[in-house]
T-cell receptor
């Protein structure tokens, strides 16, 4: 595997379900990110982990819970979501330097019924 | 005020022709970076090109070049010799040294949908 991978690629869940999105990077980076891409809105940064510590959560609702067990893996735990949370969730990674390029995974397309 | 403005929601270009996608930005930082990404219908954001605010030369990567005009705060992407596979959404993004999120914040524009016509 190379680059940034995400699983699952598609997810349909009910509002009462609990699910998790997984991201893995094979680039030797030490910063990882979750972004949300909704229809007709710019990408929104949700969470940043640098050297496995959370840097920013940008006021994301608590129904989204990130976890970064090591520098290669990032999870987004989902519970009691709302239909407006339906979106493409993109994971990215970079070196932990401010100018370094972020490389993205293919995304998980989430539909909340 | 928007930090990244992409004024062209959609563009068409003939195969093998060049096309310019516009991007203007707004920042008071002296240190910042500008990025262009391509997003095909599959969803993945593909990094194309980077320009640092202190770089004096315009960045180039293969068929992609960035027309950086600092005084005008514009960072237009030029794609030469368009190919059918270039059809996608294109996003301009900026990273500021003094942004939130410990300077990790990438601010994206709304994107331009490019369609290459055979």
């Amino acid at each position: 595997e190379t680059g940034v991978t995400q699983t699952p690629r598609h997810l349909v869940m009910g509002m009462t379900n609990k699910k998790s999105l997984k991201c893995e990077q094979h680039l030797g980076h030490n910063a990882m990110y979750w972004y949300k891409q909704s229809a007709k809105k710019p990408l929104e940064l949700m969470f940043v982990y640098s050297l496995e510590e959370r840097v920013e959560n940008n006021s994301v609702p608590s129904r989204f819970s990130p976890e970064c067990p090591n520098s290669s893996h990032l999870f987004l735990h989902l519970h009691t979501l709302q239909p407006e949370d339906s979106a493409l969730y993109l994971c990215a990674s970079s070196q932990a330097g401010w100018g370094d390029t972020q490389y993205f995974g293919p995304g998980t397309r989430l539909t909340v019924l | 005020a928007q930090k990244i403005t992409q004024t062209q929601p959609g563009m068409f270009v003939q195969e093998k022709e060049a096309v310019t996608l516009d991007c203007t930005y707004d920042t008071s930082d002296q240190s910042y970076g500008l990025f262009w990404y391509k997003q095909p219908s599959s969803g993945e954001m593909i990094f194309l090109i980077y320009q640092g605010s202190y770089d004096e030369q315009n960045a180039t990567e293969g068929r992609y070049s960035l027309n950086f005009q600092k005084a005008r705060k514009s960072a237009n992407l030029v794609i030469s010799a368009s190919q059918l596979g270039d059809s996608a959404m294109y996003f301009c993004a900026m990273r500021e040294l003094n942004s939130g999120a410990g300077s990790y914040q990438l601010t994206f524009g709304k994107g331009t949908k490019l369609s290459v016509i055979p």
